[in-house]
């Protein structure tokens, strides 16, 4: 029975079918592996009765032939998207007893389609980080190296499907927070185009850079939840018009041979002695640009000037959001009040004090000095161009090549401690990863390497605004000519 948490999603809906297993055996196995796991700290909440309930509810709905998309199948959630009557605390004390009072639209989205919601996962606090060590409750660790960090902010659902524990899950990526764990965690991650899934009951933290995406095993799968959670809502006013007509492959055919001659892979690889790099990433990426080479595509380096900039830009806007979105913790709507109070300006004062942690508060004060009277101009009026050039850039870019390939992180996943004190090295992890979010195109990442200790190098690939199906041609031509690494 233990084999069948490493399925995917795609044989589990035709075994269910097939009546090879039922629901509640499959669901049995995988609350099994969270208790095996339970070591690597990857669910603030876990409901096995609940669980088991909703199991019952789908297995019925097999029997009755009213069987839906995802019916039966187990997604894990980050803790920083609504759920109905369940806690989302993001990580935070702060946001401890908050209990959410609506769905949010994916959660609908994939209640609808009989997805069985299992459990909520551990993140930054407000997806502030790269390594999940800043979690108010608890470090998640790395299912290939305990020692290690799982990435961040969305480490707990990264882990969760490294782990075997469900097929998928839903993280969020404001500046690499669902790719740079894929990455850490020997997996695949979506960063859809900005606009495509709504954000309507996901805690903001930075709203022009938050997306939804989701975690997974194969690009099928990815394509197949991607299908389920993005589409036009009205609730979110960044929500794109476009993706009404948007209809995601969820059955993605390869390259043929002669499309790949045609098909023109923009990289951006580290020199041979580039600093800040893992030698391992380097020499992942020389093997992979021979390989491209060699299978007859055009490879054609790209350089960009304005990248180098691109964690400055980050770190003023996204501050510049979160100082004002997170400014609603007040102790008085809801979440944390303190006790130790004699005036309303000590409500606010102590409550945000010993709610936030570090993190956040460092960069809430960056955020609010970005955007203070005399700096504003100087810093976030400035950031804002250099992301509009940044996202100029990207679509110039797109004019000649139909992907751009780069490494997710510089690093392979780093041991537990190794940055936390370091809050700017920290902060360099991000280096591939944020541009994407500047530009709002989408970005996958896949599990392309292993370094001389077994850990996992991923590599993301990018294409234009809502070209999320010529991604999966990509990654589905990549997993039949066999480039996959498996974990
Ligand atoms: N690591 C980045 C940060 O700390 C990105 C986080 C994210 O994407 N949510 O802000």
Known sequence: ?????????????????????????????????????????????????????????????????????????????????????????????????????????????????????????????????????????????????????????????????????????????????????????????????????????????????????????????????????????????????????????????????????????????????????????????IDLKNKLEQEGYQVIPINSNLWKYSIAIYYILATAEASSNLARYDGIRYGYRSKNVKNLIDVYIRSRTEGFGPEVKRRILLGTYVLSSGYYEAFYHKAQKARKMIREEYRNFFKEVDFILSPTSPTVPFKIGEKVNDPISMYKSDLLTISVNLGGIPALNIPIAKDELGLPIGMQIKAWHFEENKIFRLVKTFEEDGWIEKF
Do not use: W
Request: proline share 5%; hydrophobic share 35%.
């Open 1 to 285: 029975m233990q084999e069948i948490i490493h399925y995917s999603i795609k044989q589990h809906l035709e075994n269910f079918k097939n009546k090879k297993y039922s629901v509640k055996e499959y669901i049995s196995a995988c609350l099994e592996r969270a208790e095996q796991t339970k070591h690597l700290n990857i669910f603030l909440k876990l409901d096995p009765d609940k669980i088991l309930k909703d199991a019952e509810i789908s297995q019925k709905r097999y029997e009755s032939n009213q069987a839906r998309l995802l019916e039966g199948i187990p997604i894990s959630i980050k803790d920083n998207i609504c759920e109905d009557g369940e806690q989302t605390t993001c990580a935070s004390k702060i946001l401890q007893n908050f209990i959410a009072p609506y769905d949010a639209t994916v959660i609908k989205k994939l209640k609808d389609q009989g997805a069985i919601l299992f459990g909520r996962t551990n993140l930054d606090e407000f997806a502030m980080g790269s390594s999940t060590e800043n979690s108010a409750f608890m470090i998640t660790k790395n299912p290939i190296d305990p020692t290690r960090v799982p990435g961040g902010s969305s480490g707990g659902s990264a882990a969760s499907v490294s782990a075997k524990i469900v097929p998928a899950s839903l993280g969020s990526d404001t500046g690499g927070s669902i790719r740079q764990p894929a990455a850490f965690c020997g997996i695949y991650g979506l960063k859809p185009t900005y606009g495509t899934v709504s954000r309507y009951g996901l805690v903001a933290f930075a709203s022009s850079l938050d997306q939804i995406g989701p975690f997974a095993r194969s690009v099928e799968d990815i394509a197949l939840i991607y299908s389920v959670i993005m589409g036009y809502d009205k609730h979110d006013s960044t929500s794109h018009p476009k993706t009404q007509e948007m209809k995601i492959d969820v059955d993605p055919k390869p390259y043929t041979k002669e499309e790949k001659k045609s098909l023109k892979i923009g990289v951006y690889f580290p020199s041979e002695n580039e600093e800040g790099f893992d030698l391992s990433v380097i020499k992942a990426c």
